[in-house]
């Protein structure tokens, strides 16, 4: 018989509906109003997580609550993991301790287990006690945060090695961490070209066919990638799954550096996600002298599935280093990244998996979202990175994807299969492109990337110091990319193919030459133009400059058509202002790449920051109004105060 008492239930848990209370739960379910645990109970037989983890999500309980209960159903030990635990471990290496977060147990020197479950896995260990009963005298039970929190303040020093040299240190080749001559003979070689390209003159075989020749390689190998991705049709967003006992447990990782004013932003947006909170972890990633972002993420981050972590102070100061050090803390099977201003489209997610479970998927260690700008109207500048993105977004990147050729990654809004992350070691921190130079790693190792039609808002810089500083990040790293994966061509061409070199070439490698040679090409045509024409020029002039033109006509149709139909695809008004203001932009995009190649070779780990929340006209705070949340799946739900539900 059910006997309510006050509002809570006080009678047995079973008696609550046929079914019995599962083990997770048992110990604190006469704390709870039956219509909470008839609701949670409802809600993680639907999904496909433990009860505890329902009530968890929704704050009803707390994890300390909960595993203490667990504790006494189980007949065992409450582990706390204070500091005079530490002494028990003895020596840990750096792959111990990624095992240990893993599999949540921790086994001391004298065979002691320690268990870091919750849900299902509590389970499990509950039948596996009742099966071997002799194991609850050298087992205790704690709280995942509590994990995760010991192993943070404990093993910094493993973890700071691992995050910031594991691919140095195990992988020299395919780190930029690495080079050391290289980028001195490279800076050497991309002067030394510019300055035969002004002063070789034409009559000799080196100006008229080698320089040439080099130029119009690239810029006509480039002109038929865009050219080709200009005739593929649009694609659109894949149908979000709605089966959410399917949904795979996600992870989100937040790098954050000086981002204080985007916090209640960011964390807005990622609350808006539709997607399971049970399986949904968000890791915020700051360095230990952010005080402005830390005290920021612990005023507005105080939800459930928000965690903090601390970047390691060694090594290089870098995203991909951030990234590193929350990749062993991320406990889901699916990985993804986000910018700190980033506001991704609610369904992302849903979409993710279905592309990941697409039927020829299996191989497809990342896909994609599109990355659109958000603050065209802040000024020219923005419109013009507006129309870049969509260019390379909404024309160029699908076709590579569809082709299944390795495409350089966007630098957030990329959403991995951990299996795919652990193959490549993960990011590289000596990189400043990290998400150019994983692409191609990923490909080398077997990997295709997908790109699917959801979209995520950015803010684009909008002042010109700002931009300077970006920009020169994205071609030092793409160098940098350039650099690591040429010095070994024939095992690139065996493990990426001859289609996916030649796209890495045409990308990254005409992309950079162009943005070097632009300027020179102006000088090269005034020169020209000052010079006396000849009187009586030879047949073979006349053909070398009409091929010349040739070139660069295919050259910057190819540019030009492929950002002029990524702006009608994306809606982007003002193409004629977009189209005059072009060869201003790449001046610019010229005196960016000459400055990244200075700082290639004297500062080539060096992060400028891109400072975010400055965006005047952004209209992402509207879209984040709870009148247009996605609702309907549990994603976002009111969350009433832990009080107001326990007993």
């Known amino acids: 018989m059910t006997h309510m008492v006050r509002g809570r239930f006080s009678g047995p848990p079973e008696a609550l509906h046929a079914g019995d209370i599962p083990v997770e739960a048992s110990g604190i379910a006469h704390r709870l109003a039956p219509s909470v645990l008839h609701h949670a109970l409802r809600r993680a037989s639907r999904i496909g997580v ?146 035969l390209f002004l002063t070789t003159t034409t009559t000799s075989f080196f100006g008229a066919w080698v320089l040439p020749g080099l130029v119009a390689l690239m810029l006509v190998g480039s002109a038929t990638l865009k050219l080709a991705a200009c005739t593929i049709a649009p694609q659109f967003p894949p149908r979000p799954a709605r089966d959410d006992g399917s949904l795979p447990n996600y992870s989100l990782i937040v790098p954050l550096y000086r981002e204080a004013r985007v916090v209640p932003q960011l964390v807005d ?56 050090a929350a990749l062993p803390f991320a406990r889901g099977s699916v990985v993804g990244v986000y910018d700190a201003e980033d506001v991704p489209d609610p369904l992302q997610l849903r979409q993710v998996c279905t592309a990941l479970r697409a039927r020829g998927n299996e191989r497809i260690g ?61 990011w590289d921190p000596f990189n400043v492109t990290e998400d150019a130079d994983l692409g191609v790693r990923l490909a080398r190792a077997g990997w295709g990337t997908e790109i699917i039609a959801s979209a995520t808002d950015e803010e684009a810089p909008r002042r010109l110091g700002s931009w300077m500083r970006q920009r020169t990040r994205w071609y030092k790293g793409w160098m940098q990319t350039l650099l690591v994966h040429a010095r070994q061509p024939l095992l690139m061409t065996r493990t990426a193919g001859w289609p996916g070199t030649l796209t890495l070439l045409f990308l990254l490698g005409s992309g950079t030459a162009a943005a070097l040679l632009h300027p020179v090409l102006v000088v090269s045509l005034l020169l ?120």
């Open 366 to 426: 990342c896909v994609q979202a599109r990355l659109v700008i958000d603050n065209l109207a802040d000024g020219w500048i923005p419109r013009q990175f507006a129309a870049e993105y969509a260019g390379y977004f909404d024309v160029v990147l699908p076709m590579l994807g569809r082709c299944r050729l390795p495409l350089p990654l966007g630098g957030t809004s990329n959403h991995f299969r951990r299996a795919a992350l652990d193959a490549v070691s993960g």
């Open 269 to 324: 947006a990622l609350d808006a996600l539709d997607y399971p909170r049970e399986k949904l972890q968000v890791l915020l990633v700051i360095e230990a002298d952010d005080a402005s972002t830390a005290t920021a993420v612990a005023l507005h981050a105080r939800r459930p599935g928000f965690e903090v972590i601390v970047a390691p102070g060694v090594g290089p100061r870098t995203k991909p280093k951030a990234l590193n």
């Open 528 to 647: 020209n133009v000052m010079r006396e024409p000849a009187k009586n020029p030879s047949v073979m002039a006349a053909m070398l400059d009409a091929i010349w033109f040739c070139v660069l006509l295919a050259g910057l149709l190819g540019v030009v058509l492929s950002t002029l139909m990524g702006m009608r695809r994306r809606g982007i008004p003002g193409i004629a202002r977009v189209a005059a203001l072009m060869p201003l932009y790449w001046l610019m995009m010229s005196a960016a790449a000459w400055r990244a190649l200075i700082e290639l070779v004297v500062a080539p780990s060096r992060w400028e920051k891109t400072e975010h929340g400055l965006a005047r006209t952004s209209r992402r705070r509207q879209r984040l109004r709870p009148a247009v949340r996605v609702r309907g799946s549990g994603a976002v739900r009111p969350r009433p105060p832990l009080g107001a539900a326990l007993g």
């Open 50 to 195: 433990g009860l505890d983890e329902t009530l968890l999500a929704a704050g009803y309980v707390s994890p300390d609550d909960l595993a203490q209960a667990a504790a006494r159903e189980l007949g065992v030990r409450f582990e706390p993991l204070d500091t005079a635990f530490f002494a028990e471990l003895g020596r840990v290496s750096a792959k111990d301790v990624v095992a240990m977060l893993r599999s949540g147990v921790m086994r001391t020197q004298d065979g002691r287990l320690v268990a870091a479950a919750r849900g299902l896995r509590l389970r499990r260990l509950a039948t596996t006690l009742d099966e071997r009963p002799e194991l609850r005298g050298r087992m205790s039970l704690t709280t995942p945060e509590r994990l995760a929190n010991f192993v943070r303040v404990h093993f910094a020093r493993q973890l700071g090695w691992r995050a910031a040299f594991q691919l140095r240190d195990c992988q020299p080749k395919m780190s930029a961490g690495t080079l050391t001559a290289s980028r001195s003979l490279f800076g050497f070689a991309a002067f030394a070209l510019a300055a």
